[in-house]
């Protein structure tokens, strides 16, 4: 039979309604430490229809990855990120804390001004205070909200860039533009005359 304060974790965890922190866990529980506690709920529910997991140093109970299936039919369709979204949210994500002006920079066009309230709309993106440089541009960072909705324990768990070629996610403008940041001329102007042939 699990202790009362396995007992007091899980029930805190129950009733969240957002990923917690073991201190926050433990400030509910009149400052007790929580992390074997935690081990103990995570080892239990294991294999379950129902996991605990930990996200950016937060705890939360989500369904089990590979019943994922049954539950989609109940979801609303969500709108899909534009493609401008979508490189600012990875921008900021590899790049973090990031202004506007080098997250346009790294793209090479401007951002719209709703891009990037869309990604803090979605809980995926926070303003992270501001550059301490001439103007002082607020500059912007993930949240634990987007650890959790991409399944990654930290940032540290961003695919990088030989991962991403490997599963098709990177077409031959990509190559050639790797190339480029990497300084091999000769493989981007390859990657470049691929990219035209493709689009022929």
């Known amino acids: 039979m699990p202790g009362e304060l396995v007992r007091a974790v899980e029930a805190a965890l129950f009733a969240a309604t957002e990923p ?33 997991v930990e996200r950016g140093g937060r705890w939360h109970f989500q369904t089990a990855g590979d019943l994922a299936h049954l539950l989609r039919p109940e ?20 790049h973090e804390p990031v202004s ?14 709703g891009t990037l309230d869309v990604l803090m ?3 995926w993106v926070r303003v992270a205070g501001r550059r301490e440089v001439p103007g002082r541009p607020v ?3 993930t949240t634990p909200d987007f650890l959790a909705h991409f399944g990654l324990e930290s940032r540290r768990d961003l695919p990088g ?7 098709g996610l990177l077409d031959p403008v990509d190559d ?3 190339a480029l940041v990497d300084g091999d001329l000769t493989a981007a102007k390859d990657h470049a005359t691929e990219a035209v042939e493709d689009a022929e």
């Open 75 to 94: 979801r609303e369709d969500q709108r899909k990120l534009s493609r401008a979204a979508t490189e600012c949210l990875a921008i900021i994500a590899y």
């Open 161 to 167: 860039i030989e991962d991403l070629r490997a599963a």
């Open 20 to 52: 917690m922190t073991p201190q926050a866990i433990g400030a509910h529980l009149g400052g007790a430490d929580v992390r074997e506690a935690l081990a103990e709920i995570a080892a239990h529910y294991e294999g379950r229809g129902i996991e605990l």
């Open 176 to 178: 050639a533009f790797a």
């Open 121 to 123: 709309e979605a809980g």
């Open 139 to 141: 500059i912007f960072a």
């Open 100 to 113: 506007r002006a080098e997250i346009e920079a790294i793209r090479g066009v401007q951002t719209a001004r």
